[in-house]
């Protein structure tokens, strides 16, 4: 609509669309409107699913709806809060299907504190909720590691300063250093590389992250949330040892023990030699003591039995014992004596079990053992002879030698009752 007749003899009837339509040219066309700061606080945020971003900005006496489309919040690196101070950037439209003026959001930037600081306020939260920062889950340092990983620049004097100190204080020590950028937007990517290369070396035993002092800005690549993952899922244990000591990275609050400086993290990875073989010796001194005194002591008890009271223990020991090997005689012999006993009854049982079952007594009855003559095979029944079979015959007492001259096989022995 290029003209809009305020005053005519008939003013003209226009439709809510045609008003909204001019009403949304004339905010759009206003240089000043189009694209303008607007500082407020943040109230009524929504966060669509489609990722557009809803709320509303205020002050103490006015309030105006805001949204910002997706293509612009993806870029967004911090997390929008109700309450918070804000400066946006955006330009002024009317919204036709509410009839309400918005402001149509590009960037947005913490009023107050700077935008880095916030990422760092809202990941140190986010961690803390997720229990990064638990003293229970901090793996503790191995007294003497025999390989110590260092991931820091390979050209930085933090680097130089550690290693002296480490060979300082403990010169058989093994350095492994994984050349590792530690500034700028590639640094998060290449920490995190260095970490899990230093953990895959089997030599390695505690892993150093590290960096010389820096600004907050210089330091930022340490409060990365890829950093803090790779620290938290570390299996080996993980020194902290980045800027001064006032400074403070997230590194630092999940790493399993935190050192102010980089040479303070050399000093803490281990011990000095000295210290050792003084604290060896001196162990060695006390165990020496204690041996003394012990053989001091029993020295003085055996000097203090005199030698009848000794004899006459030994020979109360030597009695005892053999009051106890009679014992245990007689008890053999008992046992010995019944299971022979046992046995013999046994043994006699049995044989008269075979004598009752021998042949010669069963003879004895009346009963004879009958053979054929040409080859002594014993003969059971009568089909098993021919007449003129010559046979001999046992008795109880002699032999008799026979011919069959008749066969019955039908013919019982004895007539059963």
């Known amino acids: 609509m290029n003209q809009f007749p305020l005053f005519s003899d008939?003013?003209?009837?226009y439709t809510v669309s045609q008003i909204s339509s001019y009403i949304k040219n004339l905010l759009e066309s206003d240089s000043r409107l189009s694209r303008v700061w607007i500082k407020g606080e943040i109230s009524d945020f929504k966060s669509a699913y489609s990722g557009h971003l809803y709320f509303k900005l205020k002050d103490t006496d006015a309030v105006i709806n805001c949204v910002m489309f997706k293509n612009h919040a993806s870029r967004m690196n911090f997390e929008i809060k109700n309450g918070m101070k804000v400066s946006v950037l955006g330009g002024v439209s009317l919204y036709p299907k509410s009839g309400a003026y918005q402001l149509y959001i590009e960037q947005i930037r913490p009023d107050g504190l700077g935008e880095l600081f916030l990422q760092f306020l809202q990941l140190k939260e986010k961690l803390e909720k997720k229990g990064y920062f638990d003293s229970s889950r901090k793996k503790p340092l191995p007294f003497l590691p025999k390989g110590i990983g260092i991931a820091t620049s390979a050209r930085g004097a933090a680097l130089h300063d550690m290693i002296t100190t480490i060979k300082g204080r403990f010169p058989p020590a093994r350095i492994f250093v994984s050349p590792t950028l530690v500034q700028g937007d590639d640094a998060p990517d290449s920490i995190v590389k260095s970490i899990k290369l230093l953990n895959s070396l089997e030599e390695v035993d505690v892993i150093i992250v590290a960096r010389g002092g820096g600004s907050f800005e210089d330091l930022n690549c340490f409060n990365s949330e890829k950093v803090a993952d790779a620290i938290y899922k570390s299996p080996k244990p993980v020194i902290s040892g980045v800027g001064h000591e006032t400074d403070v990275t997230i590194c630092d609050m999940v790493a399993d023990f935190r050192s102010p400086t980089p040479t303070g993290a050399a000093q803490k990875v281990v011990p000095r030699l000295m210290d050792l073989l003084?604290?060896?010796?001196?162990?060695?001194?006390?165990?020496?003591?204690?041996?003394?005194?012990?053989?001091?002591?029993?020295?003085?008890?055996?000097?203090?039995?005199?030698?009848?009271k000794l004899q006459r223990l030994l020979i109360n020991r030597i009695s005892s014992h053999h009051q106890t090997l009679d014992g245990l005689h007689r008890l053999l012999n008992r046992n010995i004596k019944n299971k022979t006993e046992k046995y013999h009854n046994r043994l006699e049982k049995s044989h008269a079990q075979l004598r009752?079952?021998?042949?010669?007594?069963?003879?004895?009855?009346?009963?004879?053992?009958?053979?054929?003559?040409?080859?002594?095979?014993?003969?059971?029944?009568?089909?098993e002879l021919?007449?003129?079979?010559?046979?001999?015959?046992f008795l109880q007492q002699g032999k008799i030698t026979a011919s069959v001259w008749d066969i019955d096989p039908n013919s019982p022995l004895i007539e059963e009752d």
């Open 278 to 308: 003084e604290t060896l010796e001196t162990h060695k001194l006390h165990l020496i003591q204690g041996l003394q005194a012990v053989s001091g002591r029993m020295r003085e008890r055996l000097q203090s039995r005199k030698p009848d």
């Open 10 to 13: 008939s003013p003209p009837v």
């Open 356 to 383: 009752a079952l021998s042949p010669r007594n069963v003879m004895n009855r009346g009963y004879a053992v009958i053979t054929r003559s040409d080859d002594d095979s014993f003969i059971t029944r009568p089909q």
């Open 386 to 393: 021919m007449a003129g079979d010559q046979l001999n015959i």
